[in-house]
Structures are given as C-alpha cells and as structure tokens.
C-alpha cells in the first residue's frame, strides 16, 4: 500500500544536540512539506519542496534543515540552533497537480531533555 | 492576521445535531482541503475542493471562491465525530500549503 512512512515515533535528545526526522514516501508525489505543531495550537509550516533537489524555507524554517536528494524522501534535521525543539513533527505529500490529494505520515514526537 | 482563519475555535454539540465549520481565507488559492486529526495526531485528508460542493456520507464542503469562503457540515453527528478538523489552502502560485488553527468538535452522548 502507498503511503507515507516518518520515523522515529517518539525521540529524545539531549540540548544542543541535532536531530534527523525521516519522511519517506512511495507515492510518487513531487511535494512534501514539513509542519511543526505544539499543544493545542495549528500546524506551522517548516520547509516544503515541490521538485528533488528544490525545497523554500516556511513560516519558521530558523534552527531546521531539509533535503530533497530523491524523490520520496524529505529528511528535517532539527539543529541545535532551534531554541525551543519540543514539539510534534508532521510530514505531508501532495498528489499531481493542484487538485492533488493529501497524505499525512503519523507524525514524530520530539523531545529535548 | 493570518491567511486562514477558522471559526469557531471549540465547538460542543449533542449527538443528532447539524455542525458547520467555517474557514475564511486571505490570498488566491487553487484549492482548499478540510482536515481531521485525532486526538493521537495523525491526519486524514477528508476532502479537497477548487469549487462548488462535496459530499461524502454525512460530511459536505462547499467553498465560494468569490467570497474566499469554505465550510464543512457534519449532519446527524455523533460522538466518534469528535477531533479537531482543519482547513488548508494551497496558494495559487507554487506548492505552499498553509493551514487553519483548527476547530475542536466534540459532540457528547
């Protein structure tokens, strides 16, 4: 089945240390975003690309990094230049064209100790 | 002011009633998708609309791109109805996919 796969679930990691998210998908879709979401409050959008090897910094792309080397993967690296990383993390694909349905990953919550 | 704003923010209904969810947007888009999230945090896309109306069992969007206006009904709702649904644009120019804050539903027994 199609879809999209983030990893890890749950992660932890110790101040001033970086962080790897995966998001892979096998959908052939060409965009993928990233969207940060803390409690109880909207997604907030990271880092997209619409092409490999092409991505545009979001709302609040300061302290993330992103790469688009294939196709069906979109890696955000938290750094340690992000004040403030705990937060739940999603990533999304996009279908052919504008009227191109959504995919969601189950999300990676982050947590720094 | 954010491009998307969704009203209203909580929302608390008894079993049976009619729901309506509204989103209101800013800029041009080519196409707007409503949302559900569970409490879990996973999404699932329950619709996406360029124009006019969608139904699917007793869910139906409706967008008016002239007033850049959308809503999501929810007829006869029931308690497994209950999630925060969401709205997202997708600007004309580009892949940008920006969303709503959200609207909590919860629909009581």
């Known amino acids: 089945d199609g879809g999209i796969t983030q990893s890890p679930k749950y992660l932890f990691r110790k101040e001033g240390q970086n962080v790897t998210l995966s998001c892979e998908q096998n959908?052939?879709?060409?965009?993928m975003y990233w969207y940060r979401q803390d409690p109880g409050q909207g997604l907030r959008l990271i880092y997209y690309s619409q092409i490999v090897n092409d991505f545009q910094k979001g709302d609040i792309a300061e302290g993330y990094s992103v790469s688009r080397e294939k196709k069906e993967s979109f890696p955000l690296t938290v750094t340690s230049a992000q004040k403030n990383p705990t937060a739940f993390y999603l990533c999304?694909?996009?279908?052919?064209?504008?009227?191109?349905?959504?995919?969601f990953g189950e999300g990676s919550r982050l947590t720094v100790l | 002011k954010n491009e998307v704003e969704q009203s209203p923010q909580n929302l608390t209904a008894q079993e049976g009633e009619f729901i309506t969810i509204n989103c209101s947007y800013s800029v041009g888009i080519s196409a707007l998708h409503w949302l559900q999230q569970h409490p879990g945090g996973g999404i699932v896309s329950l619709f996406m609309?360029?124009?006019g109306k969608k139904k699917h069992g007793r869910l139906i969007a409706t967008i008016n791109i002239q007033e850049k206006h959308s809503s999501l009904h929810i007829t006869a709702s029931h308690p497994r109805d209950s999630a925060v649904y969401i709205c997202a644009v997708l600007r004309l120019s580009g892949s940008r996919l920006t969303f709503g804050e959200g609207t909590q539903l919860t629909v009581n027994p």
């Open positions: 999304a694909s996009r279908g052919q064209g504008d009227t191109g349905e959504l995919f």
């Open positions: 609309l360029s124009s």
């Open positions: 959908l052939n879709h060409d965009a």
